[in-house]
């Protein structure tokens, strides 16, 4: 089965291409990094015309869909720069792919929805708050209407091992620092380990649809700051609360958690948020 990841030095996709190669399983891969096109893998720049793009030349049985513009202020600040990369290009990408008969998984958020409500359900009605959450919608919509073959993953925060905002914190409680963290800006994280191994399954199922994918409930990253500073034995006091809006951020969700009951057909039951959490400190060997 031969298996592409489009985007393959972020942090999802390389995380996937280091667990198939770890169980000897081959992945091709895209970059857009002129220097780091090697063997296996093929230089994809989603900012030039797709439509001119070679298509590997054997058949892909799936394709894994992680590059774009991830950042929500570089959506918000330069929509039609990160349009055309997230909605224009991504789109006849993947029907390319589609009508060459790959499956194509397409990792989205929950950013989609208002986060007006928790758990929200995969049929939700969509209402994004954000360039980047309509970006998404986009590309969604247009995904369940034309394709066939392609799964919709939506994710809450995925956390991987290096965090620089937790360790910037560490760093400065360590220091006898004050932080200043948000107590209104919340997060349902499941850690990069979790997210992958539930990629790969959708990947061995090919079922197609939406799957949706969070902890089983919400923290705010000050009752991420506390944990951290309990564990660690670091001094609580100097942890500020204070709000996003006081930084000039504009929106957040109240609710940031999907209902992802659906995760029972793979046997896997949705963590706790501190999961994710703990094996970042544990990676870290900080606790
Ligand atoms: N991580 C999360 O918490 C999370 C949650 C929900 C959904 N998602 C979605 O999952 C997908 C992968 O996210 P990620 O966390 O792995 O993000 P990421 O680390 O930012 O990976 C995205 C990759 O795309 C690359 N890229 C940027 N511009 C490109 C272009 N013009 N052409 C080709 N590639 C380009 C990036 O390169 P540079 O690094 O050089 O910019 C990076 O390697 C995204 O669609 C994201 O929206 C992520």
């Not at 986060?115 to 708050?129: A, C, M, R």
């Not at 209407?145 to 290096?162: D, H, P, Q, T, W």
């Not at 949706?212 to 564990?231: G, N, R």
Request: aromatic share 12%; glycine share 4%; with cysteine.
């Amino acid at each position: 089965m031969a298996l592409l990841v489009i985007g393959g030095d972020g942090k999802i996709g390389s995380k996937l291409i280091e667990v198939y190669e770890k169980s000897h399983i081959s992945v091709l891969k895209t970059t857009w990094k002129k220097e780091l096109v090697t063997d296996g893998s093929f230089y994809l720049n989603l900012e030039d015309d797709v439509e001119n793009w070679i298509l590997p030349s054997f058949k892909i049985d799936v394709v894994f869909f992680c590059a774009g513009k991830t950042s929500i202020d570089y959506c918000e600040n330069e929509p039609l720069k990160s349009r055309k990369i997230n909605v224009v290009n991504t789109i006849k990408l993947i029907k390319r792919f589609c009508d060459s008969g790959a499956f194509v998984i397409y990792i989205s958020s929950n950013a989609v929805f208002n986060g007006e409500t928790p758990f929200s359900d995969l049929n939700e009605e969509f209402d994004p708050k954000t360039e980047y959450g309509r970006q998404k919608v986009e590309v969604e919509s247009f995904l369940l209407g034309m394709c066939e073959n392609v799964a919709i993953a939506r994710f809450g925060k995925i956390l991987s091992v290096n965090i620089p905002l937790f360790n910037d914190w560490i760093i400065k409680l360590r220091n006898a620092v004050p932080i200043n963290v948000f107590s209104d800006m919340n997060m349902s994280p499941v850690s990069l380990d979790y997210a992958i191994d539930i990629l790969i399954k959708i990947s061995q199922k090919k079922i197609k649809g939406i799957y949706h994918c969070s902890a089983i409930h919400d923290i705010s990253y000050s009752a991420v700051a506390y944990f951290i500073s309990s564990k660690l034995c670091l001094d609580a006091n100097l942890i500020n609360c204070i709000s996003y809006k006081d930084v000039g951020i504009k929106f957040s969700p109240r609710y940031t958690t999907l209902n992802s009951s659906k995760l029972q057909e793979f046997q896997s039951i949705p963590p706790s948020p501190f999961d994710a959490i703990n094996q970042y400190l544990i990676f870290n060997d900080e606790s």
